[in-house]
Each structure stands twice: as C-alpha cells, then as structure tokens.
C-alpha cells in the first residue's frame, strides 16, 4: 500500500498497453477514490507509452462513478496516434469491471518559439508565513489568508500553497502527474453565499493544459475561481504557479452541485 505521492502514482505494467494503479492508504478518510489520484495515475500510465521526450502539455478527463479507496485502478491505455511533435492517447481507469474515470491526454515534444504569460498574483502571503492548513491525501497545504471575508458578488477565489512533503526524483512525467493530482483540490464555490447552491460537490468533468515544469516537491499556488453555476452543475477555472510565479498549468473543472435534499 502506497504510503507517500510518489508511491500513490505508480503503476504497475501489467501487458502491453495495461496497467495497475497503486492502492494508496486513506490518509483524509474518504469514502471514495479522490479523483486526482486516478488521474494522476491515469496520465503516468499514458505517459509511459509515449517517447521520453514528449512531456503532458493537456488531459481531459471524465469521472463516471466513485472509486473505491481499497481496490487497485486498471488502467487501459489506447494509442490513437503518434505524430511528429504531438501523441494522442485515451485511457479508461477501471475497477470490478465498471469504468470510473475516462481520459484523453496529449504529450508534445519542446519546441523553441515566442512566448506570453499572464503575471500571477503579487499581494498574497508567502507559505511559510502561513499558518492555517492541513495535510492529508500526502500533502502539505497551506491556506492563504485574507480570501474568507468577501462581499457575495465577488468572483471569490480559492487560493492555496501546496507541495508534495517528501522529496521526489527528477521526472518530468512524475511531477507532471503530481500537478494533475493537486489540480482536483479545493473547489472554485467555497465562498459563494448563494441560496440553493452548494460550496462543491463530486466532480463531473476535469481538463489541465500544462505550460512548463515545476517541481511539486517544492510549494505551489493554487488559484481558483468560479465562472458559472446553474442546472445543478458549476464550472470553475484555476492556475498552478511555482513559488517564483512561474505558469505551471491551468485548469477547468466542472463540478455537481446539488443543493442538500430534505
């Protein structure tokens, strides 16, 4: 049993194109699989199938039923294509033969061009002056301050530092699926104030682009946002940004959000 992130995402080749998925120990106490592990395992699993040298730059991912905390993921891979720069893979995370998670995911070899990115945000504490966080799911977490109190029209955001605690080799691949197993923390509606909306529920849908490497055993700021809820779904974006500011990967998240029954 997995019992730290590096562990958590391994996956073990089981024939050509199969493979297994780590059982990690259920440090948060969850009921069901937390959805960026299978994820994050799903994407490793993709990514050993392609060449070394084409790294994750997206995923698209569908969660269809809760997984089970206790049970090994399968994990099917198909390879629709490998281009010149870009490979294309599918993959279907299975357990007791019932499909729970569904992705498509694509690896693009490093090319020299132009580029732009948006500047992060600059008002905010660092993690070590922090001290409201938890750790769970082999995570540190730190909650940035001053982001609780907002007015209800406000496009409130969640934002958090988070690392993997223990040290963790130098993979590309790996600490790419390290930020894909981060990026399904949080929710983009914990502090919206609305009749009859919820401040999360279980995710839908989930998509990450990936722009440059950044270790995940060092801190990570998690940004979040919500864009749109209504018909008892919410769509939220977000961003992972190195401690230096650095545009790691963005992200859109679709969530279920019921209201309570009864």
């Not at 990690?24 to 060449?51: E, H, I, K, W």
């Not at 040298?53 to 994990?75: C, E, M, N, Q, W």
Request: glycine share 10%; proline share 6%.
């Amino acid at each position: 049993m997995a019992q730290n992130l590096v562990e958590a995402l391994d996956v073990e080749e089981l024939d050509r194109d199969l493979f297994r998925g780590a059982v990690a120990a259920n440090t948060s106490g969850r009921p069901s699989l937390y959805g960026g592990q299978v994820a994050g395992q799903a994407l490793r699993a993709a990514g050993l199938t392609v060449p070394p040298d084409r790294a994750p730059h997206s995923l698209h991912g569908y969660f269809l039923r809760p997984g089970k905390v206790d049970r090994p993921v399968i994990l099917r891979v198909s390879r629709d294509r490998d281009g010149r720069s870009f490979s294309s893979r599918r993959v279907v995370a299975v357990q007791d033969g019932e499909v729970i998670f569904s992705m498509l995911a694509s690896f693009h070899v490093r090319e020299q061009s132009g580029s732009y990115e948006t500047e992060g945000p600059d008002d905010i504490a660092g993690p070590e002056e922090l001290r409201t966080g938890w750790t769970a799911l082999f995570l540190e977490v730190r909650v940035v301050e001053g982001t609780d109190a907002v007015d209800v029209t406000q496009r409130a955001s969640d934002r958090m530092w988070v690392r993997v605690p223990t040290q963790m080799p130098a993979d590309r691949l790996l600490h790419a699926c390290a930020l894909a197993y981060i990026s399904d923390l949080g929710t983009g509606f914990g502090r919206l104030a609305i009749e009859g909306l919820p401040a999360g529920g279980p995710s839908i849908d989930h998509a990450v682009w990936f722009q440059q490497d950044v270790r995940a055993d060092d801190w990570v700021l998690l940004d979040l946002w919500p864009m749109k809820a209504g018909a008892a779904r919410g769509v939220y974006l977000g961003t992972l940004r190195g401690r230096d500011g650095a545009l790691a990967a963005m992200l859109a998240q679709e969530m279920l959000l019921r209201p309570p029954s009864g």
